[in-house]
């Protein structure tokens, strides 16, 4: 511990400088999924780039047909010490409805929500700025004390996370011999609870579709052609309404297709957790789980699929009425996978699950939002276990495996294309409303996630 | 005819006038529904104001919660001459998507869309500013040629008929002696087609009902989140797919309360009118009729209920993906009704059917837009006699008595309130885009209109 007991130090005499930088950072509002943004990802980017170099990173922003990637090296001490390929993305999600937010998005504050919590405001906060900085912060502190890193570093952070990373694939495909390492490291899941770190072993993966079902040539007046006029929006919701059975089962044609069931010591494992229907979904004002019957709330988002409709327009939406028979209207679909799911056989037999209910006169237009598989990592990993020792040392409580009910498709990719598994260490909260309004990250996260980081590395240094 | 010819003579010289002062109408984006163009509402009645006092009406503005309504009387040559009550609405529907109109909505032109036929662009042109002039252009030429008109002629001018018209029934009841006349005269339906003028004998009532479905208290992670959380746009899109059944039919519980099967003779002549699914739908870019199964395009919307959704919102709705759980979605729905359906009673029912297929942790809230009941006019009257006779006097072809899918809620206002009934005289023509983008009204409806106007005028004197 002679080499790890002064850089913790390091990083708690600097968590205000650390702070600072992260807030830098958030007030880039760097929102990849729409294109008003593409100049602040860069900007983003950029700023990454910077920032790694003062730590002696050999770090540069590298163009995509779409938002850039920021890849940096360092070496290890050795030219044969441990690899680690660290990953984040830099960028965040849309605001809206930006009226609800408490303090500015883009301008991250700290503040006290409860006698002695504290957390940091802001779009980006928690997913995954917050995050990645934390890896950025141990690096620092490991150089600022011995002016190395234990291991060889390489860093991947993106800026099309939030919008289905189209630019990924290619970019790792073409730079495999670059990016290869012995391990990821991937910060951007939750922590089990605020005492318990949690290394994540399982993620769903993702379908997203979007669906525009089209019927007359112009918007019609609903008098003059309610009745004989084809309605989208009708077609649409009995489209949707056929997606789940009565048991909230998804009916598409093949869905279940390499669904394995979850075996009964795992089921029983996460029983221990303590986990219901009651504090699983109270903290969101709900209290009836609305999946599939008979299973857990864990069960449900961390090893069943779902479908989920994120959006849906068409016709007036605006204050007061219009009597329109809407031309078109759209609806954002996504589905959550598990085991082995294949996502392009779940978007092809959803397709057809759409065009088998069109009536006469529609028309639909598909539109993919990105697709990958689930993950299952191996269990019994060195690296798992080393990871999970040393977030043992830092948390009050020990660290716990666990699965999650989101997609990280990065995961998947760094499988495929660099034949590498991947730890999934996060410090985010289930509080944290990313992807919401008033996003946030608890303080405790930033300092300890810093901690945290620089246990992992050294004893994955060992 | 002494009377009226040179009256006819006058409208066909002054055309160019007339279209002058419906331009400066047209120029006013008096939108109701949308709060924003209040003052724009208020601009166009007092426009109409000041034009009708210039044809000796004593015309004002008269302020109601809502926007303004005009109320302008003209004596007529005798204190027992005939008295008719004119009405139409200054106020229009929204122009959006505003990007698809070829030429501003509220710079009105003229244009050629095929050799020999021009027609006024605009919003309103049709629906309802161009409509409402060509009895004002006929009051002034009778003045201007006589000093006088042939009848006693009140004007009731509302600026909320596509919003709903809250105000019109209180200052109905508020005013009822001050416009109570014989008979009712009404501006705002379609000719047969382009050579057939027609008077309407029934109109669809409607009830406007928005519903918003609330599930969780804030948007959620889909990845986190989904599976165990209710999606609103989910349970929005099964209520509204269950609102029909297979058949086209309305399930609302107690909906056909008060529907009348259409007299045979009444189908046979409709019959012969050359209207079917082919040319009805066809030039909107459709061809098979979506309504109930069995049953005409001229009976689904002359003289059946419909359910239509005219409009759906909920989730993320902008460019790109985001995978988030909704906190509400909303839809706008509306019935039209006809016969003896109660637009109270559906709007009940509605709630309830809502309310009866509501998952737990779901709520619901209701917003009102709107009901009246459907109209039938009598087939005896001698107003529609008289009219009848000077339409087929001017149009190549003779009128012809029809029904009309379209709710114009002041007819049943006007019997219960005034104890009148209403001739519904209207010359826009079926591809007039009425609350669609490029709406537009024939320079022939335009002139024609104003030479049929004087000849009911006359006609009603006698």
């Keep these: 511990m002679s080499a790890l007991s002064p850089v913790l130090d390091r990083l708690d005499k600097h968590l205000d400088a650390s702070l600072g930088r992260l807030f830098a950072l958030l007030s880039i509002p760097s929102i990849s999924t729409d294109p008003a943004y593409a100049a602040e990802c860069r900007k983003a980017a950029e700023w990454l780039v910077g920032d790694l170099k003062t730590i002696g990173f050999d770090a540069s922003v590298r163009d995509t047909p779409g938002h850039p990637m920021v890849v940096a090296h360092h070496p290890g001490p050795r030219p044969d010490s441990p690899h680690v390929l660290f990953y984040g993305h830099y960028d965040v999600q849309p605001v809206d409805p930006v009226e609800l ?45 011995h002016g190395q890193l234990p291991c060889r570093v390489t860093i991947l952070f993106e800026g099309e996370e939030e919008s289905g990373s189209p630019s990924l694939k290619p970019f790792l495909d073409a730079n495999r011999e670059e990016l290869k390492a012995d391990v990821a490291l ?13 290394i994540c072993a399982s993620l769903r993966g993702m379908v997203g579709e979007e669906i525009t079902i089209k019927a007359a040539s112009r918007d019609l007046h609903s008098g003059m052609y309610g009745g004989p006029a084809a309605n989208p929006i009708r077609v649409l919701s009995k489209i949707l309404a056929d997606v789940h059975d009565e048991d909230g089962k998804v009916t598409v044609p ?14 029983k494992a996460w029983e221990t957790l303590g986990t219901n229907a009651e504090n699983f979904l109270g903290p969101v004002g709900l209290s009836h789980p609305a999946g599939e019957k008979g299973r857990s709330v864990l069960e449900m988002t961390w090893a069943r699929p779902t479908a989920e409709f994120n959006g849906i327009s068409g016709g007036y939406t605006g204050k007061g009425f219009k009597t329109v028979i809407a031309a078109e209207a759209s609806a954002k679909v996504s589905f959550r996978l598990v085991h082995k799911q294949d996502p392009d056989k779940i978007r092809e037999a959803f397709r057809q699950f759409v065009r088998d209910r069109l009536p006469e006169d529609c028309s639909v237009e598909f539109h993919p939002h990105g697709g990958s ?29 666990v699965g999650s009910g989101g997609s990280i498709p990065v995961v998947g990719d760094f499988q495929t294309y660099l034949g590498m598994e991947s730890l999934l260490v996060g410090f985010a909260l289930a509080d944290d ?15 300890k996630g810093q901690r945290s980081w620089a246990r992992i590395l050294d004893a994955l240094s060992r």
């Design 254 to 267: 093949g869905f279940y297709d390499g669904v394995e069931e979850t075996p009964s010591q795992i089921l």
């Design 433 to 447: 409303r990313i992807h919401s309004p008033n996003e946030k990250y608890d303080l405790n996260s930033f300092h």
């Design 186 to 198: 991937v910060c951007d899941t939750d922590m089990f609870d605020r005492q318990t770190p949690s």
């Design 373 to 401: 598989p689930a993950i299952q990592l191996s269990y019994d990993s060195p690296f798992l276990a080393k990871a999970k020792n040393a977030l043992s040392q830092e948390w009050p409580k020990p660290a716990v495996t």
């Design 101 to 145: 937010w408490e303090t500015a998005p883009f301008q991250p504050v700290v503040k006290e929500i409860e006698p002695g919590r504290k957390v940091i405001t802001g779009r980006g906060s928690s997913d995954d700025k917050g995050q990645l900085m934390l890896f950025v912060e141990a690096c620092r502190a490991f150089k600022a004390e």
